[in-house]
Protein backbone atom coordinates (compact mmCIF):
# COMPACT_ATOMS: atom_id res chain seq x y z
CA UNK A 1 0.00 0.00 0.00
CA UNK A 2 2.81 2.13 1.02
CA UNK A 3 4.53 1.56 -2.46
CA UNK A 4 1.95 2.34 -4.80
CA UNK A 5 1.13 5.41 -2.54
CA UNK A 6 4.78 6.62 -3.28
CA UNK A 7 4.35 6.02 -6.99
CA UNK A 8 1.74 8.35 -7.09
CA UNK A 9 1.93 11.74 -9.02
CA UNK A 10 0.46 13.84 -6.23
CA UNK A 11 2.95 12.24 -3.59
CA UNK A 12 5.73 13.21 -5.28
CA UNK A 13 4.64 16.54 -5.89
CA UNK A 14 4.07 16.72 -2.38
CA UNK A 15 7.74 15.75 -1.27
CA UNK A 16 9.50 17.68 -3.87
CA UNK A 17 7.45 20.60 -2.77
CA UNK A 18 7.94 19.69 0.75
CA UNK A 19 11.40 19.64 1.19
CA UNK A 20 12.15 22.58 -1.13
CA UNK A 21 10.09 24.86 0.92
CA UNK A 22 11.05 23.13 3.97
CA UNK A 23 14.73 23.96 3.10
CA UNK A 24 14.13 27.71 2.80
CA UNK A 25 12.18 27.93 5.94
CA UNK A 26 14.58 26.38 7.84
CA UNK A 27 17.09 28.84 6.18
CA UNK A 28 15.07 32.06 6.66
CA UNK A 29 13.94 30.92 10.02
CA UNK A 30 17.41 31.33 11.84
CA UNK A 31 16.97 35.23 11.18
CA UNK A 32 13.54 35.07 12.33
CA UNK A 33 14.68 33.99 15.64
CA UNK A 34 17.94 36.16 15.81
CA UNK A 35 15.88 38.75 15.33
CA UNK A 36 12.79 37.55 17.75
CA UNK A 37 10.29 38.20 15.28
CA UNK A 38 8.31 35.18 15.30
CA UNK A 39 5.53 37.45 15.92
CA UNK A 40 5.91 38.94 12.10
CA UNK A 41 5.43 35.40 11.01
CA UNK A 42 2.18 35.05 12.75
CA UNK A 43 1.01 38.16 11.71
CA UNK A 44 1.45 37.17 7.77
CA UNK A 45 0.31 33.94 8.20
CA UNK A 46 -3.09 35.86 9.04
CA UNK A 47 -2.47 37.88 6.07
CA UNK A 48 -2.03 35.27 3.90
CA UNK A 49 -4.83 33.46 4.89
CA UNK A 50 -7.02 36.50 3.57
CA UNK A 51 -5.04 37.01 0.24
CA UNK A 52 -5.01 32.85 -0.54
CA UNK A 53 -8.69 32.72 0.25
CA UNK A 54 -9.28 36.35 -2.26
CA UNK A 55 -7.79 34.26 -5.20
CA UNK A 56 -9.59 31.52 -4.70
CA UNK A 57 -12.92 33.69 -5.09
CA UNK A 58 -11.45 35.70 -7.90
CA UNK A 59 -9.86 31.98 -9.80
CA UNK A 60 -6.73 32.57 -9.28
CA UNK A 61 -3.60 30.50 -7.80
CA UNK A 62 -3.71 30.79 -3.89
CA UNK A 63 0.32 30.93 -3.42
CA UNK A 64 0.35 34.27 -5.58
CA UNK A 65 -2.87 35.35 -3.54
CA UNK A 66 -0.88 34.78 -0.06
CA UNK A 67 1.97 36.25 -2.12
CA UNK A 68 0.66 39.50 -2.32
CA UNK A 69 -0.98 40.40 0.59
CA UNK A 70 1.36 39.03 2.50
CA UNK A 71 4.38 41.02 0.79
CA UNK A 72 2.30 44.49 1.07
CA UNK A 73 2.32 43.64 4.30
CA UNK A 74 6.04 42.81 5.08
CA UNK A 75 6.93 45.84 3.87
CA UNK A 76 4.67 48.01 5.48
CA UNK A 77 6.11 46.53 8.76
CA UNK A 78 9.87 46.61 7.90
CA UNK A 79 9.11 50.56 6.92
CA UNK A 80 7.49 50.91 10.16
CA UNK A 81 10.72 49.49 11.79
CA UNK A 82 10.96 50.69 15.67
CA UNK A 83 7.50 52.09 16.18
CA UNK A 84 5.64 48.74 15.45
CA UNK A 85 7.46 47.72 19.16
CA UNK A 86 4.99 48.01 21.94
CA UNK A 87 1.98 48.31 19.49
CA UNK A 88 0.70 44.58 19.90
CA UNK A 89 -3.03 45.54 20.85
CA UNK A 90 -3.29 47.23 16.86
CA UNK A 91 -1.48 44.72 15.36
CA UNK A 92 -3.83 41.68 17.08
CA UNK A 93 -6.30 43.38 15.60
CA UNK A 94 -5.61 44.02 12.20
CA UNK A 95 -4.86 39.94 12.47
CA UNK A 96 -8.75 39.49 13.51
CA UNK A 97 -9.55 41.63 10.77
CA UNK A 98 -7.26 39.55 8.19
CA UNK A 99 -8.82 36.87 9.63
CA UNK A 100 -12.21 37.84 9.54
CA UNK A 101 -11.41 38.91 5.83
CA UNK A 102 -10.19 35.61 4.67
CA UNK A 103 -13.51 33.81 6.21
CA UNK A 104 -16.09 35.91 4.58
CA UNK A 105 -13.65 35.62 1.42
CA UNK A 106 -13.97 31.53 1.76
CA UNK A 107 -17.72 31.98 2.39
CA UNK A 108 -18.10 33.56 -0.78
CA UNK A 109 -16.58 31.13 -2.37
CA UNK A 110 -17.66 27.98 -1.49
CA UNK A 111 -19.66 26.28 1.55
CA UNK A 112 -17.43 23.37 1.75
CA UNK A 113 -15.23 23.20 5.26
CA UNK A 114 -12.79 21.20 3.24
CA UNK A 115 -11.53 24.68 1.92
CA UNK A 116 -11.13 25.93 5.36
CA UNK A 117 -9.45 23.08 6.62
CA UNK A 118 -7.19 23.28 3.44
CA UNK A 119 -5.84 26.76 4.06
CA UNK A 120 -5.54 26.66 7.92
CA UNK A 121 -4.23 23.62 8.45
CA UNK A 122 -2.36 22.92 5.00
CA UNK A 123 -3.25 21.19 1.84
CA UNK A 124 0.24 20.02 0.79
CA UNK A 125 -1.22 16.65 -0.89
CA UNK A 126 -3.23 18.74 -3.56
CA UNK A 127 0.31 20.38 -4.70
CA UNK A 128 0.21 20.55 -8.51
CA UNK A 129 3.51 20.92 -10.54
CA UNK A 130 2.47 24.66 -11.20
CA UNK A 131 2.74 24.68 -8.04
CA UNK A 132 5.80 23.41 -7.57
CA UNK A 133 7.14 25.55 -10.24
CA UNK A 134 5.74 28.78 -8.55
CA UNK A 135 7.25 27.29 -5.17
CA UNK A 136 11.09 27.06 -6.66
CA UNK A 137 10.88 30.58 -8.07
CA UNK A 138 9.66 31.89 -4.82
CA UNK A 139 12.49 29.91 -2.96
CA UNK A 140 15.35 31.09 -5.39
CA UNK A 141 14.24 34.67 -5.26
CA UNK A 142 14.07 34.45 -1.23
CA UNK A 143 17.27 32.68 -0.89
CA UNK A 144 18.84 34.74 -3.53
CA UNK A 145 18.26 38.15 -1.50
CA UNK A 146 18.99 36.70 1.85
CA UNK A 147 22.63 35.77 0.38
CA UNK A 148 22.70 39.35 -0.94
CA UNK A 149 21.91 40.90 2.60
CA UNK A 150 23.55 37.80 4.68
CA UNK A 151 26.20 39.67 6.06
CA UNK A 152 24.96 43.01 7.06
CA UNK A 153 21.66 41.48 8.02
CA UNK A 154 23.77 39.62 10.41
CA UNK A 155 25.54 42.54 11.92
CA UNK A 156 22.16 44.08 12.03
CA UNK A 157 20.41 41.56 13.58
CA UNK A 158 23.10 40.66 16.40
CA UNK A 159 23.68 44.60 17.59
CA UNK A 160 21.67 46.92 15.73
CA UNK A 161 22.90 50.27 17.38
CA UNK A 162 26.32 48.99 16.65
CA UNK A 163 25.50 48.26 12.67
CA UNK A 164 23.31 51.57 12.63
CA UNK A 165 26.44 53.42 13.94
CA UNK A 166 28.58 51.79 11.27
CA UNK A 167 26.26 53.27 8.02
CA UNK A 168 24.55 49.82 7.77
CA UNK A 169 20.93 50.69 6.32
CA UNK A 170 19.50 49.04 9.44
CA UNK A 171 15.92 50.05 8.04
CA UNK A 172 16.24 48.99 4.39
CA UNK A 173 17.61 45.63 5.44
CA UNK A 174 14.57 45.32 7.61
CA UNK A 175 12.47 45.67 5.08
CA UNK A 176 14.09 43.38 2.40
CA UNK A 177 14.31 40.88 5.44
CA UNK A 178 10.21 41.14 6.00
CA UNK A 179 10.12 40.58 2.07
CA UNK A 180 11.78 37.34 2.30
CA UNK A 181 9.85 36.30 4.66
CA UNK A 182 6.67 37.50 3.44
CA UNK A 183 7.85 34.96 0.62
CA UNK A 184 8.68 32.37 2.58
CA UNK A 185 5.72 32.80 4.61
CA UNK A 186 3.30 31.88 1.90
CA UNK A 187 5.11 28.76 0.50
CA UNK A 188 4.59 27.65 3.98
CA UNK A 189 1.37 27.90 4.35
CA UNK A 190 0.85 25.44 1.52
CA UNK A 191 2.48 23.13 4.11
CA UNK A 192 1.48 23.39 7.20
CA UNK A 193 -1.29 25.96 6.78
CA UNK A 194 -1.96 29.59 8.47
CA UNK A 195 -2.08 28.71 12.00
CA UNK A 196 0.79 26.47 11.78
CA UNK A 197 3.60 28.15 9.98
CA UNK A 198 5.38 28.42 13.46
CA UNK A 199 6.57 24.43 12.64
CA UNK A 200 8.53 24.95 9.93
CA UNK A 201 9.72 29.05 10.26
CA UNK A 202 10.06 28.99 14.03
CA UNK A 203 10.70 25.78 15.19
CA UNK A 204 13.78 23.98 13.37
CA UNK A 205 15.46 27.32 13.52
CA UNK A 206 15.15 27.21 17.20
CA UNK A 207 16.25 24.48 17.30
CA UNK A 208 19.53 24.73 15.94
CA UNK A 209 20.11 27.58 17.55
CA UNK A 210 19.91 25.75 21.19
CA UNK A 211 22.67 22.92 19.69
CA UNK A 212 25.12 25.50 17.82
CA UNK A 213 25.72 28.92 18.18
CA UNK A 214 27.45 29.44 14.77
CA UNK A 215 25.53 30.99 12.02
CA UNK A 216 26.30 28.58 8.91
CA UNK A 217 25.92 25.99 11.09
CA UNK A 218 22.52 26.65 12.84
CA UNK A 219 21.90 27.46 9.27
CA UNK A 220 22.27 24.11 8.09
CA UNK A 221 21.21 22.32 10.76
CA UNK A 222 17.53 24.72 10.83
CA UNK A 223 16.95 23.95 7.18
CA UNK A 224 17.98 19.71 7.68
CA UNK A 225 15.54 19.59 10.39
CA UNK A 226 12.87 21.38 8.74
CA UNK A 227 13.34 18.45 5.69
CA UNK A 228 13.39 15.66 8.47
CA UNK A 229 9.96 17.04 9.90
CA UNK A 230 7.99 17.35 6.56
CA UNK A 231 9.54 13.71 5.15
CA UNK A 232 8.74 11.77 8.48
CA UNK A 233 5.20 13.48 8.35
CA UNK A 234 4.67 12.41 4.96
CA UNK A 235 5.69 9.02 5.51
CA UNK A 236 3.42 8.53 9.06
CA UNK A 237 0.64 10.69 7.34
CA UNK A 238 0.38 7.88 4.31
CA UNK A 239 0.90 5.42 6.96
CA UNK A 240 -2.36 6.09 9.27
CA UNK A 241 -3.86 8.88 7.03
CA UNK A 242 -3.99 11.48 9.69
CA UNK A 243 -3.04 15.20 8.70
CA UNK A 244 0.69 16.16 7.37
CA UNK A 245 0.58 19.18 9.23
CA UNK A 246 -0.38 17.36 12.27
CA UNK A 247 2.79 15.30 12.34
CA UNK A 248 4.53 18.26 11.42
CA UNK A 249 3.83 20.46 14.42
CA UNK A 250 4.38 17.06 16.64
CA UNK A 251 7.61 16.19 15.36
CA UNK A 252 8.72 19.76 15.39
CA UNK A 253 7.45 20.56 19.26
CA UNK A 254 8.27 17.24 20.72
CA UNK A 255 12.26 17.64 19.08
CA UNK A 256 12.17 21.02 20.72
CA UNK A 257 11.08 20.18 23.91
CA UNK A 258 13.74 17.47 23.81
CA UNK A 259 17.01 19.35 22.80
CA UNK A 260 15.93 21.99 25.61
CA UNK A 261 15.50 19.49 28.17
CA UNK A 262 18.89 17.68 27.05
CA UNK A 263 20.60 21.05 27.03
CA UNK A 264 19.38 22.20 30.75
CA UNK A 265 20.30 18.29 32.02
CA UNK A 266 23.90 18.31 30.22
CA UNK A 267 24.69 22.39 31.44
CA UNK A 268 21.91 23.10 33.87
CA UNK A 269 24.01 26.32 34.62
CA UNK A 270 24.98 27.15 31.43
CA UNK A 271 22.34 27.24 28.79
CA UNK A 272 22.68 28.29 25.13
CA UNK A 273 23.27 31.83 25.17
CA UNK A 274 22.17 33.99 21.99
CA UNK A 275 24.86 34.54 18.88
CA UNK A 276 27.58 37.36 19.72
CA UNK A 277 29.52 39.13 17.11
CA UNK A 278 32.54 37.40 18.38
CA UNK A 279 30.64 33.95 17.31
CA UNK A 280 30.02 34.65 13.51
CA UNK A 281 33.65 34.90 12.62
CA UNK A 282 32.71 37.61 9.90
CA UNK A 283 32.56 40.71 12.02
Known amino acids: MML ?3 GQQFV ?12 VAGTVGYFVVLRAEAFAAH ?8 GATLAALLGASAILGTSAFTIAAALGIGAAGERMRGRNVEIGITLALALGLGVLFLRLYTNSASE ?24 CAALSLLAAIFRPLLFASIDPEAAEA ?18 TVAEAIQVVGVLLVFALIVAPAAIAQHITRRPFSAIVLSAAFGVAFVCCGMFLALATRFPVSFYISVLAALTYFIVVGSSHIIRPHAAVKPVRRCDTGLL
Open 4 to 6: TLL
Open 12 to 23: ENAFIAGILIAA
Open 43 to 50: ALSHVGFA
Open 116 to 139: TVGVLFGSILSVTRSDIVWSIVLG
Open 166 to 183: RGVPVRLLSMLFMFVLAI
